[in-house]
C-alpha cells in the first residue's frame, strides 16, 4: 500500500493493519464516485471525508486510488493520489483523463 502525502509504503496485511490501528480519525467515511478499468488495474475517483480525533480537524476532498489486481484477483498494490495528483493516477493505470 503507498499512503497518501508520501508516506511510507506499507508491505503485507500486518503492516496496513498496524498503520491504521493508531485511529487518527473519529469518523472516516470514504464513498467511490467513478471506476476505469485498464487490464489489471482499477482507477477510483473517491470522495473522502474524515475528522481527526484529537485535532477535530475535518477533511473533505475528493482522492484517486489505483488498486492492481494478481490472476486470482487478489489485490497486489493500492496507490493513493491527492486531487492535485490526477495526472499522476491516470498515468499509473495508462489511462487518459
Do not use: C
Request: aromatic share 8%; hydrophobic share 40%.
Amino acid at each position: 500500500m503507498v499512503p497518501v502525502g508520501g508516506q511510507a509504503s506499507l508491505r503485507g496485511a500486518a503492516a496496513v493493519r498496524a498503520w491504521m490501528e493508531p485511529d487518527a480519525f473519529e469518523e472516516q467515511r470514504i464513498e467511490p464516485l467513478d471506476f476505469r478499468v485498464e487490464g489489471n488495474k482499477v482507477l477510483v475517483r473517491q470522495h473522502t471525508q474524515a475528522r481527526g480525533v484529537g485535532s477535530g480537524i475535518n477533511l473533505d476532498l475528493e482522492l484517486w486510488t489505483v488498486w492492481r489486481f494478481d490472476d486470482d484477483l487478489l489485490v497486489t498494490r493500492v496507490e493513493t493520489y491527492l486531487p492535485h495528483q490526477e495526472t499522476e493516477a491516470f498515468e499509473a493505470t495508462r489511462l487518459r483523463e
